[in-house]
């Protein structure tokens, strides 16, 4: 990590934050970094960089990024700038926008696909930030 230290202070978009096993977080989640999620999150989850959601992990919210490795459970929207993953143990319940998506044999996807350029939020604005 030393070599990702700018002027003395390491950089929040190499920064990743982790919400371990048995611990539960009520409420929103934002970073501009990554996040590993393990336990449960009660809220929206945003990361400037990448969400991992673990196989025995649960968001109950939307979740909005650049790259997202999904296998666990999630009820809510997704929105990946770039790419989605849905792991074979994953449970989605929401809409996906995406600009590219891979769906493991076994994963669960009950909500629409939106693909493509621009079906990952970039026309509507939800995450021009990136």
């Known amino acids: 990590m030393v070599s990702e230290r700018a002027g003395g202070k390491l950089s929040q978009e190499t920064m990743i934050s982790i919400i371990g096993p048995g611990m539960t977080v009520v409420g929103d989640c934002d970073t501009e970094g990554s996040i590993r ?11 400037g960089k990448a969400v991992v959601v673990g196989e025995h992990a649960s968001v109950d919210g939307d979740i909005t990024t650049q790259d997202a490795v999904l296998s666990g459970k999630v009820t809510g929207t997704i929105i990946s700038g770039s790419r989605l993953e849905l792991k074979q143990t994953s449970r989605i319940e929401g809409d996906v926008h995406a600009r590219r998506l891979e769906l493991e044999e076994g994963a669960i996807l009950n909500g629409t696909v939106n693909m493509g350029e621009g079906s990952a939020g970039a026309d509507s604005g939800a995450i021009s930030e990136y």
Do not use: D, K
């Open 37 to 47: 999620i393990e336990g449960r999150v009660h809220g929206s989850v945003r990361a």
